[in-house]
């Protein structure tokens, strides 16, 4: 069992930089997969990124594609969501899961991030 707890939301200018943390408890968060999604007002929830259980491989949407940077301290049992260059569109609530193969077997209540214009 995997509890996650986002932080890190809030409201920022566009152009602006937020950085979320997911911390985990329990003894195997190393052994998981880490994603981050989010889900816009009034929309489908959507996949962000991904980083493997080692942090060697990581995968992101198209839509934040060098702009969002995922990583991992397993030493931490905290995973980050670097997110520069923000955009209106950016605004969601942010969610951490996990999973052994796939995020997805474990979730968190997810964090709100507001980007104004």
């Known amino acids: 069992q995997v509890h996650l707890i986002e932080s890190g939301g809030g409201l920022v200018q566009a152009g602006g930089s937020l950085r979320l943390s997911c911390a985990a408890s329990g003894r195997t968060f190393s052994s998981y997969t880490i994603g981050w999604f989010r889900r816009a007002p009034g929309k489908e929830r959507k996949f962000v990124a991904a980083i493997s259980w080692s942090g060697t491989a990581t995968h992101y949407a198209d839509s934040v594609k060098g702009r969002f940077i995922i990583s991992r301290d397993n030493a931490k049992n905290t995973a980050y969501l670097q997110m520069n260059g923000l955009k209106p569109e950016d605004t969601a609530v942010y969610y951490c899961?996990?999973?052994?193969?796939?995020?997805?077997?474990?979730w968190g209540k997810g964090t709100l991030v507001t980007v104004s214009s």
């Open positions: 899961a996990a999973g052994e193969t796939n995020p997805g077997d474990y």
